[in-house]
């Protein structure tokens, strides 16, 4: 029986959808991870807070992995990783939100009726990362040879930057949601509906940001007091679950006035900044819990529990 399960699970992965959707486009990406780093405060070690140009180049990394120029034959990374970028909310059962990692995630799905690559993973991809730069910067915190803690900070950077990207991917709608790219299923006030070309999930986060967002626009909204978050697990789950909650809201705005490069809307400039000093916050403060909770011991289990 275990056996079956696990060659199950190992399906489901392995039939993940077609997807030529992306998070922001590199413009709203890089502003998101620099907002985020000219955020930090001055506790954050120097190493980090003058990483800032890496951060900022680093958040559109996992987009520049699913090159297109690779060979339909060849390019593992764009099918597998395509559910790291979104979790279809409206398709996820209470018992997979519970769920402590990808795999036991995709169980629930499974048992659901669902299948797990089609609803996404990045909540677990999110969490993943982000206790990966909470244990660099405990082994940095330890090391006490120059050499190596040089190599950590690499590592560090790395990770952070990289972890940037899915927060920046989740802070936008789309991604949250069936309706990614026009409204699915009933459709009775007659919002904007798929469409390969020129969609809406392109036309938002790619020609509109591309053509009418700044740095300055989003830095300012951006909290300059940092957070602390007792559980980065729910603190994650909220992130997504506030965007999701938005996505009528965007598919009223297109309607009003479709998101273009030529839209000088400024309820739709409200909005969009918003959504992009949301996922700029939401990195700071992940960056910020990962340095803080560094410096507490990790929680051992009782092994009478």
Not at 55 to 66: G, Q, T, V
Not at 190 to 199: D, H, I, K, N
Not at 237 to 265: G, R
Not at 290 to 300: G, Q, R
């Amino acid at each position: 029986m275990k056996i079956r399960i696990a060659l199950i699970i190992l399906l489901a992965l392995i039939a993940v959808p077609s997807t030529s959707v992306r998070g922001w486009g590199a413009h709203g990406h890089e502003i998101s991870g620099r907002a985020a780093a000219m955020r930090l405060p001055q506790q954050m070690p120097a190493f980090f807070r003058k990483a800032s140009d890496q951060l900022s180049y680093l958040n559109p990394e996992p987009d520049r992995w699913r090159d297109r120029n690779e060979s339909n034959l060849d390019r593992a990374m764009d099918s597998a990783a395509a559910p790291d970028h979104f979790l279809d909310m409206e398709l996820v059962p209470e018992s997979a939100v519970k769920a402590l990692n990808r795999y036991d995630f995709t169980a629930e799905m499974i048992k659901a009726g669902q299948k797990p690559t089609t609803a996404g993973f990045v909540t677990f991809r999110m969490l993943e990362l982000f206790q990966r730069v909470r244990v660099e910067f405990r082994l940095w915190r330890a090391e006490k040879n120059p050499l190596k803690r040089r190599w950590i900070e690499q590592r560090i950077i790395n990770d952070a930057g990289i972890l940037g990207h899915y927060v920046s991917d989740t802070a936008n709608p789309h991604h949250t949601t069936i309706h990614y790219n026009g409204w699915s299923g009933d459709n009775p006030n007659g919002y904007t509906t798929y469409s390969r070309e020129r969609g809406i999930h392109f036309r938002f986060e790619e020609e509109y940001v591309g053509a009418r967002i700044k740095l300055n626009d989003v830095v300012p909204l951006v909290s300059i007091k940092p957070n602390v978050f007792e559980n980065p697990r729910e603190a994650i789950w909220q992130h997504l679950k506030t965007a999701n909650a938005l996505v009528e809201q965007l598919y009223i705005l297109d309607k009003k006035e479709p998101f273009s490069q030529t839209n000088t809307s400024p309820e739709h400039k409200s909005f969009v900044t918003n959504r992009l000093a949301d996922g700029a916050q939401m990195l700071r403060d992940l960056w910020w819990t990962a340095w803080i909770t560094s410096e507490l011991p990790p929680e051992v289990p009782n092994p009478q529990n």
